[in-house]
């Protein structure tokens, strides 16, 4: 029953899968644990910081004897330091602006690796197809070779030739279709379900597009995202400098504010009391029995002797009195600690180089990246033009003539336009690699709301 019950669903997600292709490929990067990842990290920092009044508060308690009749309750608060809040707001926007860059650098690199693999996948699926070409070309080669192998003008050596270029062209397909066959199970990886890929070239920019895009160069600024992520970097560390100099300015060290409670049952003290204080009307009357036992005076004629002892003792405060202030202030000129300046500087010149170094790399990486992409342009546009001219009809018909009867110059003129046509797409690979690499370095591949980069481009 079991059995029964999956097959159907089975079934349905073999006909609703389709054929893999750009968009799928392209969205699947934001489905990935790195993206994911990345992009909680940027929320997290890009939501607003409260606002800090103090560094620490504390409540504190001290207890006035174990006879647990005084108490004193304080609340301490250890103020912000004197410019603590402005290097903490400029620590925070370094972060936060850090952490985008990061998530745009991050999210870049995931579609670097699903547009080069789909780039990799077309291309190669038109080596194959220039390759079976070749192949065929080769074939009816040999056949020719096979029908003049009784003439006078027959070579064995040009039929060992194309017989050992047999043997090469059937390797290169095997090698094609393996290819083909393991970037499919890579891009099923971000993709699971689908069916056959459906990746066309003309998703692709034209080379002529990609030379007039770069024909003018490309400026690097601080909108790419390795520069923001280097700035971020910079801005952070230079913040903290700040944050470490301004937390030597706790000049107010604290400011507390208490209240001492008494218990008024719970405090006794020690008083001397004489004569005059037990007998009669004495205030401490209540003790003329212990006064006698201790001095064995009888009454307070002629009783010159007095005795320590324990009485109930009162809180005679006024209300005010009952509060206390505490406060702590650091002398600065009497601390050794003179040298925070000195290491602020020191810190924001060491970011300020590790920043130019950074933006020096992208500089020249951009720049290798823009020439090399114009100068294999323009081996492209040899190949392609050489590969027009065989294929004209016109430049056939007349090299025809002049080939007379024999087929196989028509084959080799055949086979020099295909080899042309595949040198001019082993050259588009190096082209789009590189140009997927500065797309990279430039941001065009961190952009979102972007269904194709490549043909977006730098703009």
Known sequence: MRFVAI????????VFAGPLTWDQLIQSAEKDPRYMAAQKRAEATSSSQGTKLWDKLELRYQLDGFSF??????????PKTFGEGSADRARY?????????????????????????????????????????L???NADRVEVLHLKSGSA?????????????????????????????????????????FEGVDLDTAFLPTMEEL????????EVSENF???????GKRDSEVARAKQDVSKGRDYISHIGIGYSLQIESLMEKYKTL????????GEYSDYVDDFKKETGCENRLNCAKSVDVLVPDKDNRKTADKFFLNLAVRLPFFDSNKDSDLRQQVATLDAESDYLDDVREVNQKVARLTEEILALIGQWKVQKDYAEQVNASGFMEQFARNAGSDPLLLLRAKESSLESDMKAVKLEYDIFVRYLGLLDYAGGLARQGVSNHLREGLK
């Open 69 to 78: 009749a005084k108490h004193d309750f304080e609340l301490r608060m250890t």
């Open 153 to 193: 003008t027959f070579n064995p050596e040009d039929l060992m030739t194309a017989l050992e270029k047999s043997a090469s062209y059937k390797a290169d397909l095997l090698s094609d279709s393996t290819a083909l066959r393991d970037a499919e199970l890579k891009m099923k990886i971000w993709v699971p379900d």
């Open 211 to 218: 030379e007039q895009n770069l024909s003018g160069g490309v």
């Open 135 to 137: 192949a065929q070309v």
């Open 7 to 14: 097959l159907p669903l089975a079934l349905s997600a073999a």
């Open 93 to 133: 926007e370094a972060e936060k602006n850090y952490e985008q860059a990061r998530f745009a650098v991050e999210r870049s690199l995931l579609l670097y690796d699903r547009y080069e693999r789909g780039v990799r996948y077309v291309l190669r699926k038109k080596i194959y197809e220039i390759n079976k070409q």
């Open 274 to 281: 004489y004569a005059d204080d037990v007998f009669g009307t």
């Open 225 to 231: 995202p390795q520069v923001a992520m280097a700035k």
